[in-house]
């Protein structure tokens, strides 16, 4: 690469939630150098030649060109970039937090994913700089659901007050109380984001919970008046 070169490119954090209520971390295994075999973030390098409008489509595109994905939410964290993140010489990157559904599908042997806090706490090494930027997608993800519905993009559109306990706790890392939770979702039924089907989920253990349907009246989550921690 000349001295003037600078590689430029966007890596996605994906989160699904696993069926015990823990956050799971989407990885890709590099085909080529530097790092080519290992585990990583997807991501795709941008410049003149990309065919992408702006940086939110290099983002879709890396999933859909990648994992064959279209995440149920997509929004720019961060950008970092210096001379050491990339052996081939200065990069920088826009970092991207992508919340998936939770039965999203994996078309190929070299995607999987790894539990979240294996990574957050060092059990699963990640090459470039990746291991710091989950670190900020997550701690961004935990920020917004103590003020905002974003957990329940991690959902499937219809979900049961049970599940969406899971989804806020799995983000937030901590207990919620079920009542204050509970309030939160009447209050997103008044304004439209929530909506009570009359229908019930059938477990096959325990007993059946109504169904609620997410309705996102704009792009991003509803916005609390109080933390759902209080």
Do not use: C
């Not at 900020?136 to 219809?158: D, W």
């Not at 007050?161 to 901590?174: H, I, K, Y």
């Not at 477990?203 to 509803?222: C, K, T, V, Y």
Request: aromatic fraction near 6%; charge should be neutral.
């Amino acid at each position: 690469m000349a001295s003037a070169e600078v590689l430029a490119g966007v890596d996605i954090v994906a989160l699904r939630l696993g069926e015990e209520g823990e956050l799971q971390l989407l990885l890709i295994r590099r085909a080529q150098a530097p790092f080519a075999g290992e585990w990583a973030l997807p991501g795709v390098l941008v410049n003149g030649r990309s065919a992408d409008a702006s940086l939110d489509a290099a983002a879709e595109r890396a999933l859909q060109d990648k994992a064959r994905i279209a995440p149920a939410h997509l929004e720019q964290v961060t950008t970092v970039g210096n001379a050491d993140r990339d052996p081939r010489g200065w990069s920088l990157s826009t970092v991207y937090l992508a919340l998936l559904a939770p039965d999203i599908a994996l078309q190929h042997d070299d995607l999987r994913f790894v539990a979240l806090a294996e990574v957050l706490q060092g059990r699963q090494a990640l090459p470039f700089d990746h291991a710091q930027l989950v670190a900020q997608a997550a701690e961004r993800l935990a920020g917004k659901a103590v003020y905002t519905s974003l957990p329940l993009y991690l959902l499937a559109p219809r979900f049961t007050v049970t599940e969406a306990l899971a989804a806020f706790q799995a983000s937030l890392g901590q207990a919620v109380q079920h009542t204050t939770l509970r309030g939160r979702l009447e209050k997103m039924k008044q304004h439209g984001w929530v909506l009570d089907t009359g229908d019930k989920n059938q477990p096959r253990m325990g007993r059946p919970q109504a169904l609620l349907e997410h309705r996102p009246q704009q792009r991003g989550g509803f916005v609390f008046d109080r933390s759902v921690l209080s």
